[in-house]
């Protein structure tokens, strides 16, 4: 039906950068809000940003002025940009999708990726 493609983790030192990207293909008709998640060992997965089909945002407050969420509606690619990383945003990160799946009707549901490291470390 619907994949979620993730790539762009990986380790960074403290205070890098990393950019995340996540493709979603399939049997789209539109996607409304998607966005990132993120899941430390031990803790629950929890929301880090999202932005809605029109470009709203909402970040989580740990990450606000650090990670910028952004979107490419013609190919249905979501971003994550992290600057000034700190060794507790260490987590797999999560990339989330609203979508309008066609079969053999329509219908809302939500996807998720596979996940993606990011480790901030020295």
């Known amino acids: 039906q619907v994949q979620l493609v993730e790539s762009g983790g990986g380790l960074v030192q403290p205070g890098g950068s990393l950019r995340l990207s996540c493709a979603a293909s399939?049997?789209?008709?539109?996607?409304?809000?998607m966005g990132w998640y993120r899941q430390a060992p031990g803790k629950q997965r929890a929301m880090v940003a999202r932005?809605?089909?029109?470009?709203?945002?909402n970040y989580v407050d740990s990450v606000k002025g650090r990670f910028t969420i952004s979107r490419d509606n013609a190919k249905s690619t979501v971003y994550l940009q992290m600057n000034s990383l700190k060794p507790e945003d260490t987590a797999v990160y999560y990339c989330?999708?609203?979508?309008?799946?066609?079969?053999?009707?329509?219908?809302?549901?939500?996807?998720w990726g596979q996940g993606t490291q990011v480790t901030v470390s020295s």
């Open positions: 932005i809605t089909s029109g470009g709203s945002t």
């Open positions: 989330y999708a609203n979508v309008l799946v066609l079969t053999t009707t329509q219908y809302w549901a939500d996807f």
């Open positions: 399939g049997s789209i008709i539109s996607i409304s809000t």
